[in-house]
Nanobody, 121 residues
């Protein structure tokens, strides 16, 4: 099962970027979905997630107030709107899907290939 991320690229510090994640294999609205990221030399970490009902969202501390996760069910697409970006946000960003919302990456059986976000002047 494949998820496909898009929207990565080079952005200046303080700028904004919106990532998208789509799949044709299943309805994202039937799953809990999340964004993770992995910076060079670091472990993959949870960024934000929304449960399958859409009623519960969860954010990493570094994402609170700057990142917003949302899901467009008719488009079957998951988004991550990022603002006030910092150089330390530079990473490969992945979307993932699972039955239950979790901050642990090994709880997610379905993953995308990742999209690179580089925050630099």
């Amino acid at each position: 099962v494949q998820l496909a991320e898009s929207g990565g690229g080079l952005v200046q510090p303080g700028g904004s970027q919106r990532l998208s994640c789509a799949t044709s294999a299943f309805a994202l609205s039937a799953y809990s979905v999340a964004w993770f990221r992995q910076a060079p030399g670091k472990q993959r970490e949870f960024v934000a997630g929304v449960d399958w009902t859409g009623s519960t969202t969860q954010y990493a501390d570094f994402a609170k107030g700057r990142f917003t996760i949302s899901r467009d069910s008719p488009k079957n697409t998951l988004y991550l709107q990022m603002s006030s970006l910092r150089p330390e946000d530079t990473a490969v960003y992945y979307c993932a899907a699972a039955n239950d919302l979790s901050i642990q990456d090994d709880s997610y059986p379905y993953w995308g290939q990742g999209t690179q976000v580089t925050v630099s002047s």
